[in-house]
């Protein structure tokens, strides 16, 4: 529980923020960790899809959040996996190989170490991957070299802007695996000043972090993939998204692969729990919602 928050939360339709570290501290035991430990779930695990997944204007979403097993239907071919680099502060932090803007390879000023004993990288770079940030947070070196890879991207004198019109993506490889930014999820509004026609806000942002060596891949970057959150395993998986499924209001027996929703969603044959993220709520967070899970392979007892 928390009993004070920043100011800046009043502007964000938010209720909460839902936390959850890569494994426990001595002090706290995370949500993921309870629920295995009473046999609700039957693996550590939580995955998010972010993004309307519905065709009901009765039940918008924002997105999908499961807890225990991935769910397949939401995500097409496979998973790959990634080690988290270990650190103190049990963030769900990971080695980005290279990054590249179409077919130019990306080297940024300030040199990384990766830790177990590799040598300093101008071109590999480390990630906090985090729902709770919307935009890709960059340490400001980082993000002055990216954008330095952008045709005549400028600062409106708070943030970057880059050309409406760009058609260049951005690519992550993570453990030997691309992954693509495409120019509507790093594109953020246009701006209404004439003197700034044709230029949009930009969703890479330079930061001071906590982690200052860190990028941050917000939702930016979880829009386009499936992720899961393995704390068993200390790894995070991504994989593509399936984007032809669909939350219907449709009722369905609990051995059925559709999903149900009607303020939240079932998936047969899953040991998950899963609820809708509410569209009136940022991406970050969960909603209001009910849960539902299957009877856990550990325990006959479904947990509501």
């Known amino acids: 529980k928390a009993d004070k928050v920043p100011d800046f939360f009043k502007n964000y339709p938010v209720s909460g923020i839902f936390g959850l570290p890569s494994n426990d501290s001595s002090a706290i ?12 779930i039957s693996i550590e695990k939580f995955s998010i899809s972010l993004g309307n997944i519905s065709n009901s204007t009765d039940y918008p979403n924002s997105g999908i ?18 080690d988290l680099i270990e650190n103190d502060s049990h963030y769900w932090l990971i080695p980005i190989e290279s990054v590249t803007l179409d077919s130019f390879d990306v080297n940024f000023t300030n040199p990384v170490n990766l830790g ?5 990288s101008s071109t590999s770079r480390k990630a906090i991957v985090d729902s709770g940030t919307t935009v890709l947070a960059l340490p400001k070196q980082d993000a002055l070299d990216l954008h330095s890879y952008f045709t005549n991207s ?30 509507e999820n790093y594109l953020g509004a246009k701006y209404s000043d004439l003197s700034m026609a044709g230029y949009c806000v930009s969703n890479i942002q330079g930061i001071d ?8 891949l917000g939702a930016a970057f979880l829009k386009s993939v499936y992720a899961v959150f393995d704390v068993n395993n200390q790894q995070i998986g991504f994989a593509t998204k399936n984007e032809d499924v669909v939350l219907t209001s449709t ?23 899963m609820t809708s993220l509410s569209s009136n709520s940022s991406a970050s967070t969960s909603a209001s919602c009910l849960l539902y899970t299957s009877p856990s392979p550990r325990d006959s007892t479904s947990w509501r």
């Not at 369905?252 to 079932?266: H, L, V």
Request: aromatic share 10%; hydrophobic share 35%.
């Open 116 to 120: 177990d004993g590799q040598a300093n």
């Open 251 to 273: 009722s369905t027996s609990p051995s059925s692969s559709a999903i149900q929703t009607s303020a939240a969603a079932y998936y047969g044959n899953s040991s998950s729990i």
């Open 154 to 183: 400028i600062t409106d004198g708070t943030n970057f802007a880059i050309l409406c019109n760009s058609s260049f993506n951005i690519g992550l490889n993570i453990n030997g695996h691309d992954w693509t930014i495409e120019p």
């Open 209 to 216: 972090s906590a982690a200052a060596d860190s990028w941050i």
């Open 29 to 40: 035991k995370s949500i993921i960790s309870a629920l295995y430990d009473s046999h609700a």
């Open 65 to 82: 959040f499961a807890i225990g097993d991935p769910i397949k239907e939401l995500y097409k071919g496979d998973i790959h996996y990634s």
